[in-house]
């Protein structure tokens, strides 16, 4: 390997990074990790204040660190789209995005876009801004696209007639379906884009004590109260994050699951070729995006 393409274990051509999600918790520390790597970091948050005070706190722990704070609300495809023309008005190429905003929420919601949120923000977020920036991502090639999805994805069902589980809703049942579609789309997207340079993996962080439930209550938010002590935190889940994003030895590999920076099997309907084609199309027809996007 050429001195260029190495430095502190992250290939040095990995020069920009945009994370999302990245005020807090696993986001953040993905962000703090690549800054600490040497790459310029953007980092994603839907308020103003708390996005420009992280990028504030990594500044401070990584003197000389070049941190850019974009801010949107990610269930909106217009707030989506808008800041994806920020992102490619500002860098000129673009080594490494991090999809890793997400929530889980207790009741019932449509998005503007007429959406079930969770699966607005927790899935097409992930489908749109990828698309959103595949040019740039090509035009930067070898690049790489990482899906922060769950083991909850296991559990998770396509409900192909009823995606936003209007007819019955359940936090964790619209949570594991948004991740099982996270890891759909990795498979389906690292098909079409082989040969060009850019990959995309999913990964497993951990079942980590951040923020992720802040917007539930009843039982399920006392539930989360009580066991988050006993979680893993941020900082150890971030590093599969990290670890996926910038291995050199990742160079070339995609389309493929990691927990704990290893790479283990999807579950079956995960690895389910068809239903990696549907929801494909599903999320595109959301999107209102054409077939052949991608």
């Known amino acids: 390997m050429t001195s260029e393409a190495m430095t502190e274990g992250v290939p040095r051509r990995v020069r920009i990074g945009l ?40 500044r401070a722990a990584v003197p000389g660190a070049r941190i850019d704070p974009f801010v949107g609300d990610l269930a909106v495809q217009a707030e989506v789209r808008r800041l994806a023309g920020e992102v490619r008005a500002l860098y000129p190429r673009l080594d490494v995005l991090v999809n890793n905003a997400g929530a ?7 998005t503007a876009d007429g959406i079930e949120r969770t699966w607005a923000l927790d899935h097409l977020a992930y489908v749109l801004l990828s ?8 035009a930067s090639a070898p690049s790489r696209i990482v899906n922060v999805a769950s ?44 040969g060009t340079g850019v990959t995309v993996n999913a990964l497993h962080p951990g079942v980590i004590a951040s923020g992720f439930a802040a917007g539930t209550g009843g039982w399920f938010g006392l539930g989360w109260r009580l066991i988050r002590p006993f979680m893993t935190s941020p900082v150890e ?39 990696q084609e549907r929801v494909w199309d599903l999320s595109l027809d959301q999107l209102g995006l054409p077939p052949t996007a991608g």
């Open 151 to 194: 083991a909850a994805h296991t559990r998770g069902r396509i409900a192909l007639d009823d995606i936003g589980h209007a007819r019955r809703f359940s936090a964790m049942t619209v949570y594991s379906q948004a991740k099982l579609g996270n890891v759909l789309f990795t498979g389906a997207l690292a098909r079409r884009l082989a």
């Open 19 to 58: 994370v999302t999600g990245a005020t807090s918790g696993i986001g953040f520390e993905t962000a703090l990790g690549l800054a600490r790597k040497g790459a310029r970091v953007g980092l994603v948050g839907r308020d103003a204040t708390r996005t420009r005070a992280a990028a504030e706190r990594i």
């Open 131 to 138: 698309l959103e920036l595949l040019d740039l991502l090509k």
């Open 104 to 110: 889980i929420f207790d009741t019932h919601r449509l």
């Open 237 to 275: 889940g971030a590093a599969t994050s990290i670890h996926v994003a910038s291995a050199p030895e990742l160079d070339g590999v995609t389309g493929l699951y990691f927990t704990r920076s290893r790479p283990v099997a999807t579950s079956r309907r995960a690895a389910d070729r068809a239903l």
